[in-house]
Nanobody, 122 residues
Framework: QVQLVESGGGLVQPGGSLRLSCAASGSIFSINAMSWYRQAPGKQRELVARITNGGNTNYADSVKGRFTISRDNAKNTVYLQMNSLKPDDTAVYYC????????????????WGQGTQVTVSS
């Protein structure tokens, strides 16, 4: 059983920073890509940032230059450094692991974390 657990959310003032973490645990052989999504009330879930196991990244236009995704492959952990936060960044942030192999030949699977709330407000 593979689990993704996010942490690091909270309440921050506009212009502030937060660092989210997502650790994947369980029987894992490899994970191709790890991503952060977010969902604000009344809106669809959207991709925020994605990083492959080779380190290639892509970002939503709305966060470019403010957010940085990084990854520790040895720990199966992905991070999201969020700077210059705005009220529009308020959402539940979800971690996703895709292209997950339990063993060399068992996969690929996709897993989601349970989400962590980020609130940007004065």
């Amino acid at each position: 059983q593979v689990q993704l657990v996010e942490s690091g959310g909270g309440l921050v003032q506009p212009g502030g920073s937060l660092r989210l973490s997502c650790a994947a645990s369980g029987s894992i052989f490899s994970i191709n890509a790890m991503s952060w999504y977010r969902q604000a009330p009344g809106k669809q879930r959207e991709l925020v940032a994605r990083i492959t196991n080779g380190g290639n990244t892509n970002y939503a236009d709305s966060v470019k230059g403010r957010f940085t995704i990084s990854r520790d492959n040895a720990k199966n952990t992905v991070y999201l450094q969020m700077n210059s936060l705005k009220p529009d960044d308020t959402a539940v942030y979800y971690c996703k692991g895709s292209g997950v192999f339990i063993t060399r030949g068992d996969g690929p699977y996709m897993y989601w974390g349970q989400g962590t709330q980020v609130t940007v407000s004065s």
